[in-house]
């Protein structure tokens, strides 16, 4: 392993007695080439506007739940929020995941 390619971390632990031990870690670079950053920015921009579209989509169709008053479109409705609420989840993870990618 190159020393560009894992990094060393030191953590302090204390032990009962008051003495202090060291315990190393390594974990592995994971830096991005620059195509792949490239890529990952476009795949952000898109999920990022996909997120925006979606939440604007869940917060009207929670108002039109709430003003709904026939029993079989409102039970319709109130499955579609949820579905769209799955989506809305998976996106903030892809997003979350993207994002920490390209902050190291």
Do not use: C, W
């Not at 204390?14 to 991005?32: F, K, N």
């Not at 108002?63 to 996106?91: C, G, N, P």
């Amino acid at each position: 392993m190159s020393p560009n390619s894992a990094s060393r971390h030191r953590t302090s632990l204390h032990v009962l007695s008051g003495e202090a031990g060291i315990i190393e870690t390594s974990s592995v670079s994971t830096s991005l080439t620059p195509g792949q950053r490239r890529r990952s920015h476009q795949k952000l921009d898109a999920l990022q506007a996909e997120f925006d579209i979606r939440s604007e989509k869940f917060e009207q169709m929670k108002k039109a739940v709430a003003i709904e008053a026939a029993t079989a479109v409102k039970f319709q409705l109130e499955q579609q929020l949820l579905d769209e609420e799955t989506k809305l989840a998976y996106l903030s993870d892809e997003l979350d995941k993207i994002e920490s990618a390209l902050q190291s």
